[in-house]
């Protein structure tokens, strides 16, 4: 499974982002998807996340973003999305695309990440 982002980039707080992730490969195996994010001396950490076979479209999202983060799939174009409103200064990181695969029992794809600026 490859996976690519796109559509980071540099926003004013209170402004809006629509990140995509593209699946590519062994797309069949990958049973949950999901945003993580790392800042600048920090842990990566859960954004949210999206169950695709059991219980599919069934999401999960860390509580700072709550209200603001929408994650989403296109199953006809395996991509996965996460829109962001209402950005705060504290939500710029590097965001990364994940893919957990073989209900867990499989490897755990990541993608290269996206920087994502948000300017007070």
């Known amino acids: 499974v490859q996976l690519v982002e796109s559509g980071g980039g540099l926003v004013q707080a209170g402004g809006s982002l629509r990140l995509s992730c593209a699946a590519s490969?062994?797309?069949?195996?990958?049973?949950?998807m999901g945003w993580y994010r790392q800042a600048p001396g920090k842990q990566r950490e859960l954004v949210a996340t999206?169950?695709?076979?059991?219980?599919?479209?069934?999401?999960m999202y860390t509580d700072s973003v709550k209200g603001r983060f929408i994650i989403s799939r296109d199953n006809a174009k395996n991509t996965m999305y996460l829109q962001m409103n209402s950005l705060k200064p504290e939500d710029t990181a590097v965001y990364y695309c994940?893919?957990?695969?073989?209900?867990?029992?499989?490897?755990?794809?990541w993608g290269q990440g996206t920087q994502v600026t948000v300017s007070s």
């Open positions: 994940n893919a957990k695969t073989l209900g867990g029992w499989g490897p755990v794809y």
């Open positions: 490969g062994s797309t069949f195996s990958i049973n949950a």
């Open positions: 999206m169950t695709i076979t059991s219980g599919a479209g069934s999401t």
